[in-house]
T-cell receptor
Framework: RKEVEQDPGPFNVPEGATVAFNCTYSNSASQSFFWYRQDCRKEPKLLMSVYSSGNEDGRFTAQLNRASQYISLLIRDSKLSDSATYLCVVNQAGTALIFGKGTTLSVSS | SAVISQKPSRDICQRGTSLTIQCQVDSQVTMMFWYRQQPGQSLTLIATANQGSEATYESGFVIDKFPISRPNLTFSTLTVSNMSPEDSSIYLC?????????????FGPGTRLLVL
């Protein structure tokens, strides 16, 4: 079983749509959780951290379920500029990040 | 945040040769990481490079193939030795900085390597 698994995608949605990405992780000792965004031919950039209580940043909402080892990202009112690959990332304290393969989102007008 | 630069940004190399990639950070950091991202794949950690100690390599990566230097807290190099076409990939330098609530990891722009 892969350490971090994500929806395979791609997700093709119209502008204004709401889209949700799911991610599961295998190591119950994982302590930190993130969503990174990677644009085509660019490096990954931190989109948001994921906290146990769930957190929101504008149109983006991240949730964590430790019991199910499940992380989600919800994007509301999708914009064309949201088109990118979204990487689910986990780590234990003091270790390197473990990346999922990513889910590609394409928002069209 | 951290500003990370890498050189070269891209290169095309012949098999059997070696390429050294440089990574420069605008602040002093303890932990630096080297990742590889092959076409259509996610990031795979090659090694962790801490200043003053030997790099720690992940399973599947060895020092003879990917020697790393870490002479100070703002700089590191990764060498891809005796290259083959399978080494064609994007190589990314990364650093981790302590934030208010937790550590955040930042990435350099990457070095795109094509081995012929």
């Amino acid at each position: 079983r892969k350490e971090v698994e994500q929806d395979p995608g791609p997700f093709n949605v119209p502008e204004g749509a709401t889209v949700a990405f799911n991610c599961t992780y295998s190591n119950s000792a994982s302590q930190s959780f993130f969503w990174y965004r990677q644009d085509c031919r660019k490096e990954p950039k931190l989109l948001m951290s994921v906290y146990s209580s769930g957190n929101e940043d504008g149109r983006f909402t991240a949730q964590l379920n430790r019991a199910s080892q499940y992380i989600s990202l919800l994007i509301r009112d999708s914009k064309l500029s949201d088109s990118a690959t979204y990487l689910c990332v986990v780590n234990q304290a003091g270790t390197a990040l473990i990346f999922g393969k990513g889910t590609t989102l394409s928002v069209s007008s | 945040s951290a500003v990370i630069s890498q050189k070269p940004s891209r290169d095309i190399c012949q098999r059997g040769t070696s390429l050294t990639i440089q990574c420069q950070v605008d602040s002093q950091v303890t932990m630096m990481f080297w990742y590889r991202q092959q076409p259509g794949q996610s990031l795979t950690l090659i090694a962790t490079a801490n200043q003053g100690s030997e790099a720690t390599y992940e399973s599947g990566f060895v020092i003879d193939k990917f020697p790393i230097s870490r002479p100070n807290l703002t700089f590191s190099t990764l060498t891809v030795s005796n290259m083959s076409p399978e080494d064609s990939s994007i190589y990314l330098c990364s650093v981790r900085l302590a934030g208010r609530f937790q550590e955040t990891q930042y990435f350099g722009p990457g070095t795109r390597l094509l081995v012929l």
